[in-house]
C-alpha cells in the first residue's frame, strides 16, 4: 500500500506534492478513458480540434494551469491554429477573429467552468443555442468537464512544465526599455 501521508519530520517533504496521476493510476487511468470518450463525443458532433483546443486552452487559462496550458497550446498550433488568435483568447469577446460559433462555445465553456454563476449559464446557453446543434452543446460542455478535471489534477499534483527559457537579450532579439516600448521607439510625452 502506498503511504498516504506525509512525515512532518521528514526534510524535504512538507512542500512536495503527490503526483495524482502516479499516486493513483487507476482512478487517473478512468480519468483518461473518460477524455478519450469526450475526444469522440466531439468528433461526432462536428467538432474540430482547433475548436476543442480553444476550449481546453480557455478553460485552463481561468483555472490557472500551467501545465495544461502549455500542453494545449502546442496541440492548437498543431492544429492549425494561429499564434494571433492564441494570444488573444483570454479577451475574445473583444475581437472579432472568432466565429459565432466559437464564441458561442467559449462562453459555454466559461460558464460550465464556472457553475455557481446562473447568469452566466443563462446567458452562455442561450448564446450557444443560436450556433450550436444540442450534439455540440452537449459535447462544448463535456470537453469543458474535462480538461476542468485534467487542470485539477495538474494544479493539485503541480505538474512542472518543461521546455525552452525566455530568450535573452542579443542579436536578433528586439531589447525593450523600462516603460515596455521597443527600443528606438519614442516614449509617450509625460505632463
Not at 40 to 60: F, K
Not at 77 to 88: M, P, W
Not at 128 to 141: G, K, N, P, Y
Not at 148 to 160: D, E, G, L, Q, T
Request: proline share 5%.
Amino acid at each position: 500500500m502506498k503511504e498516504s501521508r506525509l512525515s512532518d519530520t521528514a526534510a524535504g517533504t512538507a512542500d512536495r506534492r503527490v503526483f495524482l496521476d502516479k499516486q493513483s493510476p487507476k482512478a487517473y487511468q478512468a480519468l483518461v478513458e473518460t477524455a478519450d470518450a469526450v475526444r469522440a463525443v466531439a468528433a461526432g458532433a462536428g467538432l474540430d480540434r482547433v475548436l476543442v483546443e480553444l476550449i481546453n486552452l480557455r478553460v485552463s487559462q481561468i483555472n490557472g494551469c500551467a501545465y495544461c496550458l502549455s500542453l494545449h497550446t502546442r496541440a492548437a498550433l498543431r492544429a492549425g491554429e494561429t499564434t494571433q488568435r492564441l494570444s488573444v483568447l483570454p479577451a475574445w469577446r473583444d475581437t472579432e477573429l472568432f466565429t459565432p460559433r466559437e464564441r458561442s462555445a467559449l462562453a459555454l465553456a466559461e460558464a460550465t467552468t464556472a457553475p455557481a454563476d446562473a447568469a452566466l449559464q443563462e446567458s452562455a446557453y442561450g448564446a450557444a443555442r443560436r450556433f450550436l446543434t444540442d450534439d455540440e452543446i452537449s459535447a462544448v460542455i463535456w470537453v469543458a468537464i474535462a480538461i476542468n478535471a485534467f487542470n485539477r489534477v495538474s494544479i493539485m499534483s503541480k505538474h512542472p512544465v518543461r521546455g525552452t527559457p525566455a530568450p535573452q537579450s542579443g542579436p536578433g532579439t528586439l531589447p525593450v526599455q523600462d516603460i515596455g516600448l521597443v527600443q528606438g521607439a519614442s516614449a509617450p510625452e509625460r505632463r
